[in-house]
């Protein structure tokens, strides 16, 4: 069986530690001056050029008040994604959840977009407007890398999907060796949008291939990682 119901004991259930379990941010990136950044509207030229690209098909998100294009999946990161769906598939049907593959989450303080690779969301969902949800209002939101994507899953998103209030990040990394799954919980509720140098969430777990994760509640799961592998 790929899911079974969770036991309260597992390898890797411990409170995280100070830094980041994973890549670690680019000791360049511009770090938190300390001042809170106020709420502000992006310029019209952002929002045009976010549009248009969403409109021509690309995936496009936005960052820091900059528009950022997502690199191609590969085939590999759609099969990920697959197998993922298929696992979750049955707490779907019982809970009435709904998945969402092409829609983003809001990123305060900023109009700030990012579009996760996956959104689990229960049937009752608040939203910015039509192309943006509330990360508090999710159940989980995926994220499966691939080369091009792999730098931003690990070092932007984790604060991204924190500060949104995203309760549960799972990011699913076929790329790096050994493979393997980790989930994110807990965010921080008073982060800023340059706090690199803060663990965003309080708890992370890591599962290597082959080992076991458990999806807390609402899922209330485990998952045998090396299912979402080849």
């Not at 598939?89 to 109009?111: D, E, Q, S, T």
């Not at 994110?184 to 290597?208: F, G």
Request: with cysteine.
């Amino acid at each position: 069986m790929a899911v079974t119901k969770p036991s309260r004991r597992g390898r890797h259930d411990h409170p995280v530690p100070h830094r980041q379990d994973g890549p670690v941010p680019d000791e360049h990136e511009p770090q938190e001056t300390g001042k809170p950044e106020e709420p502000q509207e992006l310029p019209d030229e952002v929002q045009q050029l976010f549009m248009q690209l969403n409109d021509a098909g690309y995936r496009a998100e936005i960052r820091l008040g900059q528009v950022v294009v997502t690199p191609p999946a590969t085939m590999q990161h759609g099969d990920v994604l697959d197998r993922l769906t298929e696992l979750l598939f049955p707490l779907k049907l019982a809970n009435r959840w709904r998945f969402h593959y092409h829609w983003g989450v809001h990123i305060p303080p900023l109009l700030d977009h990012r579009l996760p690779d996956m959104i689990v969301v229960p049937p009752k969902v608040e939203s910015l407007d039509p192309m943006r949800v509330h990360g508090h209002s999710v159940l989980l939101v995926v994220e499966a890398c691939s080369p091009g994507t792999q730098v931003a899953d690990w070092q932007e998103k984790p604060l991204d999907y924190a500060r949104a209030g995203v309760p549960l990040y799972l990011i699913v990394d076929p790329v790096t060796s050994p493979r393997r799954v980790t989930l994110m919980s807990d965010p921080l509720s008073d982060l800023k949008p340059l706090d690199y140098h803060r663990q965003a969430y309080r708890q992370i777990v890591t599962a290597e291939e082959g080992e076991v994760l458990e999806l807390p509640e609402p899922f209330g799961i485990k998952i045998e990682t090396s299912v979402l592998f080849d």
